[in-house]
């Protein structure tokens, strides 16, 4: 069975810090690797995928990168803002109809 | 484009009612799932669907019902609730392309609908 974890569960940051969250998988059997934001009482939104082939994907100042054979995958965040407070999900998908399986968060808190 | 909406927002039943759950997507997506979000269990397969007409379990099925009559439209039904299903209920929908040899799959997700079991 597919387990993800994520560390660490809750990061603190000052504004202006570059910071890497990180999300590992135990079968590297996967299609795709998708990172989300949450904010409080909200929806998830799709911030990045990364296919099985790939290794990295880059949208503004998020880059996560993806190692399939060790199972990991990262996403790094450059010069954090408080608008970036929120809980970081990273979710793989496996077969093709790519349900997904999530970890269980990063906890985000960037201080003015 | 509304994306992908969910009906109602907010939910409080008593144990033993039935109530259903509407997701609707204007995505034209072939792909629909129903996830519920748990403290410290993370989001969780309730169940799937990948065409009109067709439905299949995810990782925690029990206690609930779906169907997919419509290709926009993704239904969760509670029977006989019970307070273990107090929850975030999410749904989503994807499409799926084939890029570079590979399968890419992006899930749209919802706003959520939190039900309480009393």
């Known amino acids: 069975k597919q387990e993800v974890t994520q560390i660490p569960a809750a990061l603190s940051v000052p504004e202006g810090e570059n910071l890497v969250l990180n999300c590992s998988f135990t079968?590297?059997?996967?299609?795709?690797l998708q990172w989300f934001r949450q904010d409080p009482g909200k929806g998830l939104t799709s911030l990045l995928l990364?296919?099985?082939?790939?290794r990295e994907q880059t949208s503004g100042r998020l880059n996560a990168s993806l190692d399939k054979s060790s199972g990991r995958s990262t996403l790094y965040i450059a010069a954090s803002q408080p608008g970036d407070s929120a809980t970081y999900l990273c979710?793989?998908?496996?077969?093709?109809?790519?349900?997904?399986?999530f970890g269980k968060g990063t906890m985000l808190l960037v201080s003015p | 484009n509304a994306g992908v909406t969910q009906t109602p927002k907010f939910r409080v039943l008593k144990t033993g009612q039935s109530m259903t759950l509407l997701c609707a997507q204007d995505?034209?997506?072939?792909?629909m799932y129903w996830y519920r979000q748990d403290p410290g269990m993370g989001l969780r397969l309730i169940h799937y669907?990948?065409?009109?007409?067709?439905?299949a379990k995810g990782e925690v099925p029990d206690g609930y019902n779906v169907s997919r009559l419509k290709k926009q439209n993704f239904l969760l039904g509670l029977e006989s609730a019970a307070p273990s299903q107090t929850s975030v209920y999410f749904c989503?929908?994807?499409?799926?392309?084939?890029?570079?040899?590979?399968?890419?799959?992006?899930?749209?997700f919802g706003p959520g609908t939190r039900l309480t079991v009393l």
């Open positions: 989503a929908s994807s499409y799926q392309l084939e890029v570079g040899g590979g399968d890419y799959n992006e899930q749209f």
């Open positions: 079968d590297s059997a996967i299609y795709n």
């Open positions: 990364i296919q099985s082939s790939q």
């Open positions: 979710a793989v998908s496996r077969g093709r109809y790519s349900t997904l399986t």
């Open positions: 995505m034209n997506h072939e792909y």
């Open positions: 669907s990948v065409g009109e007409g067709t439905t």
